[in-house]
């Protein structure tokens, strides 16, 4: 499995997602604002994998304050929360990893300053590790739910990239093939950061998954010729209805797969999902640089003065979605208290 963020020698590494599959470049970054930045500027990207860099961008922060104070320390991780809380907002796992590193803290407030500083860095490493752990279980639960001889469309990248490693959607897909089951996946390209095209045809084959990659507006000319089975999509905040946020697409591919009834499958850990709201209304929708969709390979595609959206991200209503695959399950209507049971297994 290659690397996708890991910490080494008071570093955190991380393979630059931007410039893939032309190049397989790592960064070392050696402050947490480097590694704030690379997370806004997309080095690293998916919900998962955000989490458990935050985590370690918390503790590289840490150790780096020059202080035997323990309320200077308290002081400067309070900015460092806030720097790395500000790099994408709606990724839920970005908020759920500083609020756990933040509750580790508290809970070892008897430790030195040094030693604290150490504990993090534990800490920050144990949720690499359970990341990994995780999306095996998402897998494997997933993965009885494919048949033999399935082809999967995905949408974005929710693979080994998006996390730790394995992956959420992907997951799924390794899930099933371990077990047996001989699946194919057809890959969205995923304007326009093209994530499909980058990244999931790209580590589907050097895993040597058999993959085919299809544009956005192929889908429902695939569906519409029986070449489709089912959907498995990952998720950047899921409300506590079910409603699901995720890449900037995902929404039309689900309204297709109802139509020609195709199971639609959210896979994500349990820390995906925020039992804070209520519904998807109230997921922020992050709006990025126009350039990514006016601009190719560096040049201008689109007329100079013409006017752009670029929202990251959509939200699909639950009635879409035939299941949550979490490690601790799947979640099937009715979802507001079937997520419920999730987290009290």
């Known amino acids: 499995m290659f690397k996708i963020v890991e910490w080494k020698s008071n570093t955190v590494v991380m393979i630059d997602q931007r410039i893939l599959p032309a ?7 050696r402050d947490y604002k480097a590694v704030a930045k690379a997370i806004k500027d997309m080095v690293v990207r998916g919900a998962p994998a955000i989490g458990v860099s935050a985590a370690m961008g918390f503790a590289l922060g840490a150790i780096k304050v020059k202080t035997n104070d323990k309320k200077v320390l308290l002081r400067e991780l309070k900015k460092i929360t806030k720097v790395l809380a500000a790099t994408r907002p709606t990724a839920v796992n970005l908020f759920w990893a500083l609020n756990r590193m933040n509750d580790f803290v508290e809970a070892n407030a008897e430790l030195s300053v040094e030693a604290l500083k150490k504990a993090l860095v534990a800490e920050a490493k144990r949720i690499h590790k359970e990341d990994i752990e995780i999306n095996k279980a998402i897998g494997k639960n997933g993965g009885r739910l494919m048949k ?12 080994a990239l998006a996390t730790a490693g394995y992956g959420t959607a992907l997951g799924v897909i390794r899930g099933a093939i371990e077990a047996g089951k001989n699946v194919k996946v057809f890959a969205d390209e995923t304007r326009p950061f093209m994530q499909g095209t980058r990244l999931t045809a790209w580590e589907l084959k050097k895993d040597k998954i058999d993959v085919t990659l299809i544009t956005d507006n192929m889908a429902g000319h695939m569906m519409s010729k029986g070449l489709i089975d089912a959907v498995v999509v990952g998720s950047d ?19 297709l797969a109802k139509e020609h009834k195709i199971p639609f499958y959210v896979a994500a850990p349990l820390s995906t999902i925020d039992m804070a709201i209520k519904d998807g209304t109230e997921i922020p929708i992050e709006e990025r640089d126009t350039k990514e969709v006016t601009h190719w390979a560096g040049k201008r595609v689109a007329p100079a003065g013409i006017n752009v959206l670029n929202p990251a991200f959509d939200v699909t209503p639950a009635k879409f979605v035939a299941g949550i695959i979490t490690e601790k399950g799947v979640a099937t209507r009715p979802y507001r208290a079937a997520i419920k049971k999730l987290f009290t297994k």
Do not use: F, Q
């Open 23 to 29: 190049k397989e470049k790592y960064l070392v970054l």
């Open 148 to 159: 033999k001889n399935w082809t999967v469309l995905t949408h974005c990248n929710a693979g």
């Open 237 to 255: 905040r899921i409300a506590s209805n079910g409603d699901i946020a995720n890449k900037i697409g995902t929404y039309m591919v689900a309204v």
